[in-house]
C-alpha cells in the first residue's frame, strides 16, 4: 500500500520561500509524482510534475517553484520561492496516474493516493 507524507508548511510573508517534502512509501515511487494545491473555493489545481524524463509547472508557479525528487530517499521535494498570497492553499503530493492535454491546450493530470496535505499560508 502506499503512503505518502507530506511536510514543510507554514506561515510565511510575500516573498519568502518555503522547501515542501513528500515521503513516499512503496512502488509508486517508480511512477510519475507531482504536487497539487487546493484553496477554500478554488478547484484543485496541479502545480508541477516529475517523472523520469520530464517536468511540468502551473502557470501560475512557473519560474518560481522547482519539483525534484531524491530516488534514494523515495522523497520529492516543491521548492517554492517568491511566494504570493494566492499561493495559500494545503498542498499534496500524490502520484499521477493520467495526464493528458484538453482540446484548449490545458495540460491536465489525474492523481491517486495523495497524503494529508500541509498548510501554506502567504501574508501580504
Known amino acids: 500500500q502506499v503512503q505518502l507524507v507530506e511536510s514543510g508548511g507554514g506561515l510565511v510573508q510575500a516573498g519568502d520561500s518555503l522547501r515542501l517534502s513528500c515521503a513516499v512509501s512503496?512502488?509508486?515511487?517508480?511512477?510519475?509524482m507531482g504536487w497539487f494545491r487546493q484553496a477554500p473555493g478554488k478547484d484543485r489545481e496541479t502545480v508541477a510534475t516529475?517523472?523520469?524524463?520530464?517536468?511540468y509547472y502551473g502557470d501560475s508557479v512557473k519560474d518560481r517553484f522547482t519539483i525534484s525528487r531524491d530516488n534514494a530517499k523515495n522523497t520529492v521535494y516543491l521548492q517554492m520561492n517568491n511566494l504570493k498570497p494566492e499561493d495559500t492553499a494545503i498542498y499534496y503530493c500524490?502520484?499521477?496516474?493520467?495526464?493528458?492535454?484538453?482540446?484548449?491546450?490545458?495540460?491536465?493530470?489525474?492523481?491517486?493516493?495523495w497524503g494529508q496535505g500541509t498548510q501554506v499560508t502567504v501574508s501580504s
Open positions: 500524490g502520484v499521477v496516474t493520467r495526464a493528458w492535454t484538453t482540446d484548449i491546450g490545458v495540460r491536465s493530470f489525474d492523481f491517486a493516493s
Open positions: 512503496g512502488r509508486a515511487f517508480s511512477y510519475t
Open positions: 516529475i517523472s523520469d524524463t520530464a517536468t
